[in-house]
């Protein structure tokens, strides 16, 4: 379609035609495909292509959403900070995306104070707009930001509320998520048991769905439970089948979280030449 749009002339249509080009690409995993043309196409938005009236904002908020997938969460939250001053052009359900998009990026850099501030502000949008998948994911990630401050009743009120609602939604492949956010707010209030049995169910789901975020977070979650529960020969070949779907994955992030923990758990047991080979391999993940 954007062939044929631009060899008649229709440059508008033909940027529309690559914009879900581009998405698609996203939607497929194809990151550093969807990036070169987002970028190509905010290139000649800014050099005077008129499209719609929110092209632009869409296209830097596509830009961070590529930029959060490859782990690379300063740049994503450089890009939403510089279209926050036209969020408020946004109806309710886009400003309440982009809300959730920032307060995703805070969190994966740290800041939970800011990730649960904006979180909640979006949560409100996606309410008033009646978006349960939207106040669904929401819940499941201020959980996480609640679990990485200590509230863990706080956190476990969200994720429960999260899981509740993507039952409801028939959507196992986000549940499996969930599962893994309970699995991780269980181990940190001392559950051992129930933590390992959440993970694995989260697993069982993540294989069922092809989530494979989804099963490298649950077999980390595996590994972890089983240490806790004083058998880390059991958690080695869980670390191990982790590291090999996340390099499978071509996702850099996850790549990177898989290698590091693994790194981490190796230095411990006293295997620091595999340890830094790991690291090494983490650093190169681009």
Known sequence: AAQIFTSVGRDADAALASYWLAAGEYAQGNTIEAE?????????????????PDFELRLIMALSSTASRDGRHNIALAYLEEVRGLADSLDDHRRGTFLCDL???????????????????SLALFRATASELGSAGLENDLALSFLALGN?????????????RFENLSDR???????????RIALA???????RELAAAALSLAEETHNDKAAVDALLALARADRALGDPSASAPLY???VELARGSSRPGLIRDALGEWADVLTESGQHE????????????V
């Open 240 to 242: 191990e089948r982790a």
């Open 173 to 183: 492949r986000w549940l499996a998520h969930v599962l893994e956010t309970r699995a």
């Open 152 to 164: 863990l009743a706080k956190a476990e009120e969200f994720a429960a509320s999260s899981q509740k």
């Open 274 to 285: 595999r340890a830094a080979a790991l690291l090494r391999e983490a650093l190169r993940a």
């Open 103 to 121: 307060a995703y990026s805070y969190r994966e850099t740290g800041d939970y104070e800011a990730a649960i501030r904006t979180g909640i502000a």
């Open 189 to 195: 209030s001392g559950d051992r048991v129930g933590s």
């Open 36 to 52: 070169a043309i987002f970028t190509e196409l905010l290139s000649r938005v800014r050099a005077g292509l008129r499209v719609e």
